[in-house]
């Protein structure tokens, strides 16, 4: 890092100029050395400050991407290829502007003499609390390579996993905003000329006829307020879903959904599973792993759970007490925890179970597809039954009488 500084001489006289180091305490050091009284030191901001800003928006780093990235370094690092050099020739060929960025300033701390994992830290957005102490426990244990290599097994599973979530649920998302926007039209364009024959005939018609018609003319009028209060609502809950109230009731809520519930519940043992076993096999402690995990688990209600057994193992318990005391942790998964700590397999066990659990969430996720396939058919065929039955039978049965 550079430092623009300002300091006195030993004849009084003031000095400007930038040094190079890795803390500003680093560079009032260097600046005593060479007989200079440090007045003030500040990190000068860099040229591709503000092009990381923008790109750090508009661009981001996801989980392929991280997932290249961590396949990439392990292969370079196996072949004996320095750090520094390894990042910098990733940082070349990658086509994210926002990770070539990172990339570079990585290569620039490493260089400087900062550990990997600490020039990883400092990019708390791109690289999580899980990544960095896998990689801190390989620098430490001097099995770097083989810490990125879980890593890399590790973040690939994960995205297998939400692979197959995003998969399951972009099908139903389309056709329901499909079918919702074709309704909108209809509702908004077509219900009203259809139903002003029915209006000029003056003749007696169900209430249920009567509450389309009105619906039609108030759409074909106030579409545009309707539109807006939608738009508006739609963006307000998502709003509300960032916020920490809002993320912790629709966590709760997600979890009480029917088929849902259970479907995101081994999500969560999955996640729990695999990422803790990944963090023991990487020599992290018990205690520090459970609360790295509580962190990436995805859901408070778990968090809390993994943190209060975290806390239970630290004072000299086990884990699987505080599973078995709650109903989101199947019974199962609790007692293959204590045979795990009983026998000292406990990261064997966790694997197999994030295995099992990974299957479970891979056939529910197919057989959601399933599910969701006639409950569609079923909607949609509720509201053309109700067009048919409240407009176009009046319309026949008038016309059959005249």
């Given at each position: 890092m550079k430092f623009v500084f300002k300091g006195k001489d030993k004849d009084g006289q003031i000095r400007e100029g930038v040094v190079e180091a890795m803390s500003e305490e680093a560079g009032a050091r260097i600046l005593e050395k060479n007989g200079l009284v440090p007045i003030s030191i500040i990190r000068r901001k860099e040229p591709l400050a503000l092009l990381k800003g923008f790109s750090s928006i508009w661009e981001g780093v996801n989980q392929r991407e991280q997932l290249v990235f961590f396949q990439q370094l392990s292969t370079l690092i196996e072949g004996r290829m320095p750090i520094v050099s390894s990042l910098r020739t990733i940082a070349e060929q990658t086509e994210n502007q926002y990770l070539r960025i990172i990339l570079r300033e990585m290569g620039d701390d490493v260089d400087d003499g900062m550990s990997l994992s600490d020039a990883m830290e400092k990019h708390p957005k791109v690289f999580s609390s899980l990544t960095i102490n896998m990689l801190r426990a390989g620098e430490v244990s001097g099995t770097l390579q083989k810490s990125i290599s879980v890593i890399s097994n590790n973040i690939e599973k994960n995205y297998q996993l939400a692979s197959k979530i995003k998969g399951a649920l972009y099908y139903p998302m389309f056709v329901l905003l499909v079918a919702f926007i074709i309704g909108f039209l209809v509702i908004t364009f077509v219900l009203p000329k259809i139903t002003l024959m029915i209006k000029d005939l003056h003749v007696p018609i169900p209430w249920y006829t009567a509450a389309l018609i009105?619906?039609?003319?108030?759409?074909?009028?106030?579409?545009?307020?309707?539109?807006?209060?939608?738009?508006?609502?739609?963006?307000?809950?998502?709003?509300?879903?960032?916020?920490?109230?809002?993320?912790?009731?629709?966590?709760?809520?997600?979890?009480?959904?029917?088929?849902?519930?259970?479907?995101?519940?081994?999500?969560?043992?999955?996640?729990?599973?695999?990422?803790?076993?990944?963090?023991?096999?990487?020599?992290?402690?018990?205690?520090?792993?459970?609360?790295?995990?509580?962190?990436?688990?995805?859901?408070?209600?778990?968090?809390?759970?993994?943190?209060?057994?975290?806390?239970?193992?630290?004072?000299?318990?086990?884990?699987?007490?505080?599973?078995?005391?709650?109903?989101?942790?199947?019974?199962?998964?609790?007692?293959?925890?204590?045979?795990?700590?009983?026998?000292?397999?406990?990261?064997?066990?966790?694997?197999?179970?994030?295995?099992?659990?990974?299957?479970e969430v891979d056939t529910m996720t197919r057989n959601l597809t399933s599910l969701i396939e006639p409950i569609l058919i079923v909607f949609l065929g509720i509201g053309v039954g109700i067009l048919v039955v409240g407009v176009l039978m009046p319309i026949y049965n008038i016309a059959g009488q005249l």
């Open positions: 009105a619906i039609g003319d108030f759409m074909s009028a106030y579409w545009w307020a309707v539109l807006l209060v939608l738009v508006g609502t739609i963006i307000g809950l998502i709003y509300y879903a960032q916020t920490e109230s809002g993320k912790k009731e629709w966590e709760l809520i997600l979890l009480k959904i029917p088929v849902i519930g259970k479907l995101a519940k081994n999500i969560y043992i999955t996640r729990f599973a695999e990422n803790l076993s990944a963090l023991l096999d990487g020599g992290i402690p018990v205690v520090r792993a459970l609360l790295i995990v509580s962190d990436v688990i995805g859901n408070q209600v778990f968090e809390k759970i993994v943190r209060r057994a975290a806390e239970e193992v630290k004072t000299g318990g086990t884990m699987s007490t505080v599973f078995m005391r709650t109903n989101e942790f199947p019974p199962m998964v609790s007692q293959m925890i204590r045979i795990g700590e009983e026998t000292g397999t406990l990261s064997d066990v966790l694997g197999s179970t994030g295995k099992f659990y990974n299957q």
